[in-house]
């Protein structure tokens, strides 16, 4: 079949689920030549799996012994991306990791060496730098017709209680029991979409970011875990756009993503299943439609750029540098989260969720006026990390 292309699923629980629904879906199960998991049974698909004789493995380096793939979906904790990339590559695939691509800026230099070496292609896992939306917003940037970016925000509320951090035993942490390093928080794992997004529709090229030059991070925390659940930060790229990032699972009210990005000429507006739209300081308007719509995409583009022999993805390891950097800035900005003062911590029993009484008002606020917690004065409790540079 001319568009039959191999594949090997890394990681088939949790967002691996999600790959194996849309294959299945697709009726594209054919192309899987293994998967890849220790617990293969906790996977929703594993009844199909079996059914399918798909051989099941309990490392990528054991699948490689008798078999190729000409793309690696890996989808597995943060602390593996790295090793499992490099195992991909070393291999002869071309891979689709899921985000974030890795926690140390040396290694995420390494696959970006080693993806040029052996010239196949690494696309991260960034949902929405694979949509159509997101794609015809950043031409649009790049072609100027909106002007320079001034400053750009996003606000994530999503609450999460105590079974979220226990679903996984490196939910949370700093570092794996080996020492590798993992830094999962809220900023780089379940909202990190859009944090990234902010520079990569800055980005100069599909394959590109705008480089972050400095960032002052505020990072808080509730939940029993060592990195944190609430994060405030305002940065600035190489070419002086301002970017500023809020985000907390410590909340009771879900809201977001909400973002604003505004240029000389324009304003672009989204709220979490409206359109993104533009509105040009002449009045006029551009609606661009809902990137959340098509999460999809990363696969169907990825399994058409092996079939088109390409090297280069829209959402490379270059394009997830920079959240690489912002991340790792944030670390250094404030190397231990401080603690919630005790008296404004409410626990729900009944859904295990820890939440801080006013926290959602005080980050709409920080959103809507382009502060720091900090900087309000609304809450004497708050601290603000050092400035750290990246250039």
């Given at each position: 079949?001319?568009?039959?292309?191999?594949l090997?699923?890394?990681?088939?629980g949790?967002?691996?689920n999600?790959?194996?629904r849309?294959?299945?879906?697709?009726?594209?199960?054919?192309?899987?030549?293994?998967?890849v998991?220790i617990y293969?049974?906790?996977?929703?698909?594993?009844e199909?799996?079996?059914e399918?004789?798909?051989?099941?493995?309990s490392?990528?380096?054991t699948?490689?012994e008798?078999?190729?793939?000409?793309?690696?979906?890996?989808?597995?904790p943060?602390?593996?991306?790295t090793k499992?990339?490099?195992?991909?590559?070393?291999?002869?695939s071309?891979?689709l990791?899921e985000?974030?691509?890795?926690p140390?800026?040396?290694?995420?230099?390494?696959m970006?060496?080693?993806?040029?070496?052996?010239?196949k292609?690494v696309?991260?896992?960034?949902?929405?730098?694979?949509?159509?939306?997101?794609?015809?917003?950043?031409?649009?940037?790049?072609?100027?017709?909106?002007?320079?970016?001034?400053?750009m925000k996003?606000?994530?509320?999503?609450?999460?209680?105590?079974e979220?951090?226990?679903r996984?035993?490196?939910a949370?942490?700093k570092?794996?029991q080996?020492g590798?390093p993992?830094?999962?928080?809220?900023?780089?794992?379940?909202?990190?979409?859009f944090?990234?997004?902010m520079?990569?529709v800055?980005g100069?090229?599909?394959?590109?970011?705008?480089?972050?030059?400095?960032?002052?991070?505020e990072?808080?925390?509730?939940?029993?875990?060592?990195?944190?659940?609430?994060?405030?930060f305002k940065?600035?790229t190489?070419?002086?756009?301002?970017?500023?990032?809020?985000a907390?699972?410590?909340?009771t009210?879900?809201?977001?993503?909400v973002f604003?990005y505004?240029?000389?000429?324009?304003?672009?507006?989204y709220?979490?299943?409206?359109?993104?739209?533009?509105y040009?300081?002449d009045?006029?308007?551009?609606?661009?439609?809902?990137?959340?719509?098509?999460?999809?995409y990363?696969?169907?583009?990825?399994?058409?750029?092996?079939?088109?022999?390409?090297?280069?993805t829209?959402?490379?390891p270059?394009?997830?540098?920079?959240?690489v950097?912002?991340?790792?800035?944030?670390?250094?900005?404030?190397?231990?989260?401080?603690?919630f003062?005790?008296?404004?911590?409410?626990?729900d029993?009944?859904?295990?969720m820890t939440?801080?009484?006013?926290?959602n008002?005080?980050?709409k606020?920080?959103y809507?006026?382009?502060?720091l917690p900090?900087?309000?004065?609304?809450?004497?409790?708050?601290r603000?990390?050092?400035?750290?540079?990246?250039?």
């Open positions: 079949m001319e568009n039959y292309i191999r090997v699923l890394v990681g088939i949790g967002y691996g999600t790959y194996l849309e294959l299945y879906e697709h009726s594209m199960f054919d192309m899987i030549q293994g998967v998991d293969p049974e906790n996977s929703t698909y594993y199909e799996i079996k399918h004789n798909i051989p099941i493995f490392s990528l380096e699948f490689y008798e078999n190729k793939a000409d793309l690696a979906i890996i989808s597995t943060i602390h593996f991306h499992q990339t490099i195992c991909a590559l070393e291999n002869g071309n891979v990791c985000k974030p691509m890795s140390v800026i040396e290694d995420a230099k390494r970006i060496q080693l993806k040029e070496e052996k010239n292609f696309a991260i896992g960034f949902d929405w730098s694979f949509s159509d939306v997101i794609q015809n917003l950043k031409q649009d940037i790049i072609a100027g017709k909106f002007g320079k970016a001034k400053r996003t606000l994530v509320l999503w609450p999460r209680n105590e979220y951090y226990e996984a035993s490196w949370g942490k570092y794996a080996d590798t993992i830094f999962d928080s809220v900023a780089n794992n379940a909202t990190s979409h944090l990234h997004n520079f990569y800055l100069n090229k599909p394959e590109e970011s705008a480089p972050l030059n400095k960032l002052t991070a990072l808080y925390c509730v939940n029993d875990i060592e990195t944190f659940d609430t994060c405030a940065g600035v190489d070419a002086g756009t301002e970017i500023y990032y809020f907390s699972h410590a909340v009210e879900e809201l977001g993503p604003e505004e240029f000389e000429d324009a304003r672009i507006l709220k979490k299943n409206e359109s993104i739209v533009v040009f300081n009045g006029t308007e551009k609606i661009y439609g809902e990137p959340e719509q098509e999460r999809s990363k696969l169907f583009h990825c399994i058409k750029a092996v079939q088109e022999n390409k090297k280069e829209l959402c490379g270059n394009a997830a540098l920079s959240h950097y912002s991340i790792n800035a944030i670390h250094q900005s404030v190397p231990q989260a401080y603690p003062p005790k008296e404004f911590i409410n626990y029993a009944a859904n295990r939440s801080v009484e006013g926290l008002t005080l980050l606020q920080c809507e006026q382009w502060l900090s900087e309000t004065k609304e809450a004497s409790w708050t603000q990390g050092s400035v750290v540079s990246t250039s």
